[in-house]
């Protein structure tokens, strides 16, 4: 099984930046194609961006071209760059297999973007 722990999260201004990082253990993880997930409140959880595990990504259209996420196979860890952080951004981040989420969720991380 493998366990996910995301940090980086927190208060941002509009137009600010944040790296969310997910340290995963389990070798597993440098196989396996992962995905970023937010949920904002009082909705249900949503992909934000996908990279499988040869580097090759995707993002939702709403983070295009603002967000980037990239891995580090060797430290087993999962990055998202977050850019141009909007309003509609908030939301608790975490990270999980793609494209089904079938490790255990983590806690999460909160981030939250306003003035």
């Known amino acids: 099984q493998v366990h996910l722990v995301e940090s980086g999260g927190g208060l941002v201004q509009p137009g600010g930046s944040l790296r969310l990082s997910c340290a995963a253990s389990?070798?597993?993880?440098?196989?396996?194609?992962m995905g970023w997930y937010r949920q904002a409140p009082g909705k249900g959880r949503a992909l934000v961006a996908s990279?499988?595990?040869?580097?090759?990504?995707n993002y939702a259209d709403s983070v295009k071209g603002r967000f980037t996420i990239s891995r580090d196979n060797t430290k087993r860890i999962l990055y998202l760059q977050m850019n141009s952080l909007k309003p509609e951004d908030t939301a608790v981040y975490s990270c999980?297999?793609?494209?089904?989420?079938?490790?255990?969720w983590g806690q999460g991380t909160q981030v939250a973007v306003s003035s």
């Open positions: 999980n297999a793609f494209p089904a989420a079938y490790f255990d």
């Open positions: 990279i499988t595990s040869s580097g090759n990504t």
């Open positions: 389990g070798s597993i993880f440098s196989r396996t194609a």
